[in-house]
């Protein structure tokens, strides 16, 4: 059975995880993020130690790091460690720790915290405000308020924003005052101030100069991060939102704004996709009929089949992924067909074609591991997590150990391949 040959491959040999903590100090960001990832598998009280030790002096980029791997350590061992490091190094690492304690019930350190707040440095301050979630103290808030200021990075402006929506619940005068303070610095700094202003329920003063300021916003998040919250949105910035729908230039514009208009106007939506459908852009095209297959009526299965028979690749995966959604495995086929077909589509392919819980599936998944690119390896082993599982659901898979890891050395995924097709082969 393929979990008992896993005892067979052999076991990779470790690095010093002292070495690796120095890495988190790298000036090269993939070097701080593989040594991450491979210190995430390792627990030990010196290792706990040690990441505390050297914290304070890690640059920015490896302090946020190490603090990741402090905060999977139990909060019984981890406490005097943190309780250290409330009064050491930056501001980010006063605050974290600060917040940590705060979060288990001293909520004496609620002033220590609102003091490094205050003193982070304008490039810490996302950072500082990643940790604060679900803290409402009231130094804390108004540290926190004192973010939202002309000159401010937008960024830091928007993140300070939402994290005030969620602390107060609802509107606040002083946090109105403070975003009011930003109308007439244009851009996006004046987007985001309008648009918490319309969730905190002024849309009928703030809307017209908001959907002015829609048409030309290059970043969407900051501004529908709030627009989500709104009870009801001004006709006049609905109108806005379908308008930058159908000329959006990037699927990820397309994820912020379908869902406002499903809120708020889902009779616009289909026109707005419908036009997305001619664009160009064949990534856009796919994630427009993605989109307008979740709109009710917009798509039936007749005319996704008939889809399945287009030239572009990405427009019948699509086709294919939507169809499977509604329990139609016609695009199987077409779908197993791309993804041995060289192009940029083949890692999307091999992700779809994970989601058919089908045993036809399976040989081109095993195929698509042996692929020299790690995103068709990676949506392989997705696919066949997936898969295996539901048509042996009285057995226990484990792919890693089996040596299906997309970024293990050639010799193990060579091993771990070898093994799975021996195994999948014998069951046929």
Known sequence: MLWAALAALPAVAQEDPAALVALLGSADAQTRVDAYNKLMRVRSVELMAQLAKVLPQLPLHGASLAVYLLDAYPWEASAPLWKKLAGQGSAFVRATA?????????????????????????????????????????????????????????????????????SQKGRDAETIAAAEALIGAGGETEAIARAYLVAAGEGARHAAALAALLRDLPQLYQVTRFLERASRLEPVLIDAIAARLAAARTEYDLGRLVPLLQKHAPGQIEQALKHQLDNGDDKLRSAALKALAAVPGALDAKKLQEMLAADDPLLVLAAADTLRRMDDPAGIERVIGLTRKAGKHRPE??????GFRDARAVPPLLDAFADGDVQVRRAAVTGLQTILPDLFPYRRFDLERAGLRADAADAQRAEGLRLVRAWWDARK
Do not use: F, M, N
């Open 98 to 166: 600060a917040a940590a304690q705060w979060r288990r019930g001293d909520k004496s350190q609620g002033a220590a915290l609102a003091a490094a707040i205050a003193a982070a440095s304008p490039e810490e301050r996302t950072y500082v405000l990643g940790r604060l979630h679900g803290i409402d103290d009231q130094a804390v808030v108004a540290a926190v308020r004192g973010y939202v200021r002309p000159g401010a990075i937008d960024a830091v402006i928007g993140q300070a924003l939402d994290l005030l929506v969620q």
């Open 349 to 354: 392919a091999v992700r779809v074609l994970g």
